[in-house]
């Protein structure tokens, strides 16, 4: 099974900073790797797939890079709706995997 | 609009069963893989099966396998989910998700879920 480690954890910024995610796989997943948004209460919604590509409606203030083990989301300028948990997803291999976890709260 | 919308959800007990539905609308139903995703009380994401377009092909977490079976009903356009042998660890609250195109894995959209509380 492929793990997926999320760092930091947690993430206090203000509005209007850059918040950058890190999510590294266990070994190699090419670029076969999404990015999901979750606000409490809510399903979670896909940002990002195969590594780089927003989905649609996505605004271009999020953006992904990476390939292989170690990925990157990146939030240009926090805008009041980005406060949310970041999830990192791979389809490489079976199963499919979730990270664990980055929650982007308010400082 | 697309549209996905998860029932069947409850409180059983420990060795019980439940089925979910998943009623889907707004698409070709019968050309898109179906899963399904859980999610413990204040935990993380954790897929839980997928079944293909045609129904002839099914994959299952290890936590899961031999007690859950995913299907789909592509005449009512619905997938379903048989839990059997509930275990407390199986509380979560269960989101069925559309691969986002066909002969994809990610996952979107995603139904409201539906909370599945195992109790003794």
């Known amino acids: 099974e492929i793990l997926l480690t999320q760092s930091p954890a947690t993430l206090s910024l203000s509005p209007g900073e850059r918040a950058t995610l890190s999510c590294r796989a266990s070994q190699s997943i090419s670029t076969y790797l999404a990015w999901y948004q979750q606000k409490p209460g809510q399903a979670p919604r896909l940002l990002i797939y195969?590594?780089?590509n927003r989905a649609t409606g996505i605004p271009a203030r999020f953006s992904s890079s990476g390939s292989g083990t170690d990925f990157t989301l990146t939030i240009s300028s926090l805008e009041p709706e980005d406060f949310a948990v970041y999830y990192c997803q791979q389809r490489s291999n079976w199963p499919l995997t979730f990270g664990g976890g980055t929650n982007v709260e308010i400082k | 609009e697309v549209q996905l919308v998860e029932s069947g959800g409850g409180l059983v007990q420990t060795g019980g069963s439940l089925r979910l539905s998943c009623a889907a609308s707004g698409f070709t139903f019968s050309s898109y893989c179906m899963h399904w995703v859980r999610q413990a009380p204040g935990k993380g994401l954790v897929w839980v099966s997928r079944?293909?377009?045609?129904?002839?092909?099914?994959n299952y977490a290890d936590s899961v396998k031999g007690r859950f079976t995913i299907s789909r009903d592509d005449a009512k356009n619905t997938l379903y989910l048989q839990m059997n042998s509930l275990r407390a660890e199986d509380t979560a609250v269960y989101f069925c998700?559309?691969?986002?195109?066909?002969?994809?894995?990610?996952?979107?959209?995603w139904g409201q879920g539906t909370l599945v509380t195992v109790s003794s």
């Open positions: 195969d590594a780089s």
């Open positions: 079944i293909n377009s045609d129904g002839s092909n099914t």
């Open positions: 998700a559309r691969a986002a195109a066909p002969g994809t894995h990610w996952f979107d959209p």
